[in-house]
């Protein structure tokens, strides 16, 4: 039986084992691609839009770079939208309806921006040409900078008057009880 049929048994044994490399081979194939098969594309486009621009800058004319931005939609408790300016200051964003939008821009120092403006039906702001943005430049901090000293060195002042005045009643109380 052995000599009979050699060529039989080479193929008996050599056949199981020839059906182990495809598998694996397309189980390999598969897990490779198998993402690109299933993953969601994105796509997308630029549109001009019509949106509602902050220019935030700090009083000296210098952009408010990369602030956090929150933009709160009227009647709405969670932010309708958040995220950082530009490195001009700038940040954009389209509102869904009209009425009271508050703005809050701040930075990692401490200074702090707010907004708020109106949003018509057409969603366009009720006052979009920078009115309220100061533009004075360094100038305007120097007159705030003398202004704050003035006030506080006026109450200084009234203070300093107001000891001296109880000062001179005093020794004028001791002068008339001393004949």
Not at 53 to 78: F, H, K, N, T, W
Not at 132 to 157: E, K, Q, S, V, Y
Request: net charge positive; with cysteine.
């Amino acid at each position: 039986m052995n000599g009979r049929h050699p060529e039989k048994r080479k193929r008996q044994r050599r056949g199981p084992h020839i059906l182990f490399w495809p598998g694996p081979a397309f189980a390999i194939l598969f897990l490779l691609t198998a993402g690109q098969g299933w993953a969601h594309g994105v796509r997308g486009v630029l549109a001009g839009i019509q949106a509602v621009c902050i220019l935030s800058e700090y009083d000296d004319g210098e952009p408010m770079s990369y602030a956090r931005v929150e933009i709160m939609a009227p009647g709405s408790q969670l932010p309708f939208q958040s995220g950082r300016t530009d490195r001009n200051g700038r940040f954009c964003f389209r509102p869904d309806i009209s009425g009271d939008w508050r703005i809050t821009v701040s930075d990692a120092m401490g200074h702090r921006l707010r907004l708020s403006n109106t949003i018509n039906d057409n969603m366009i702001p009720a006052a979009g040409d920078g009115t309220g943005l100061n533009r004075g430049g360094p100038w305007t901090r120097m007159l705030r900078i003398a202004d704050g000293l003035a006030i506080i060195f006026g109450f200084a002042g009234i203070l300093a008057w107001l000891q001296s005045r109880k000062k001179i009643a005093r020794n004028r109380l001791d002068r008339s009880t001393d004949w």
